[in-house]
């Protein structure tokens, strides 16, 4: 019996030990920080649970304020700028013979291929191309 009484001794000894160090490591928090602060932190908590939910989200920083800040409006400075040039101008024969050199190398490239494909199967014996079954 003596046993039994002698380690619930100890073992409230113990945890009020645990308990002491913990209210130390509490105490001290993360730096800078105070028991007032954190007492402080507890009462706005707790306020924050009773608190209703907002009926209304603002997500704007003056949240008082029913209109957010805004910037003074930009002054247009007219500058004498000639116009754009008219479709008729883009369009003009100077410009377009690109369009059409480009055209034309196109197509006389695929004509050349075609050309050599064939020229290719009439030399080869079996009539068939040299790159594969056809």
Do not use: C
């Amino acid at each position: 019996m003596a046993n039994v009484a002698h380690r619930e001794k100890r073992r409230e000894e113990e945890e009020k030990s645990r308990k002491r160090e913990r209210e130390k490591r509490e105490a001290m928090g993360n730096a800078g920080s105070a028991p007032e602060q954190k007492k402080t932190k507890e009462k706005e908590e707790a306020a924050e649970a009773r608190r209703p939910p907002p009926s209304t989200v603002r997500f704007y920083p003056t949240a008082d304020q029913p209109k957010a800040r805004q910037p003074p409006p930009i002054k247009l400075e007219e500058e004498n700028v000639p116009p754009p040039p008219s479709a008729d101008d883009e369009m003009a024969p100077r410009n377009l013979w690109q369009v059409y050199a480009l055209g034309a190398f196109i197509v006389l490239r695929w004509a050349w291929v075609k050309w050599k494909e064939s020229k290719d199967r009439d030399d080869s014996p079996d009539g068939r191309s040299p790159d594969g079954p056809s």
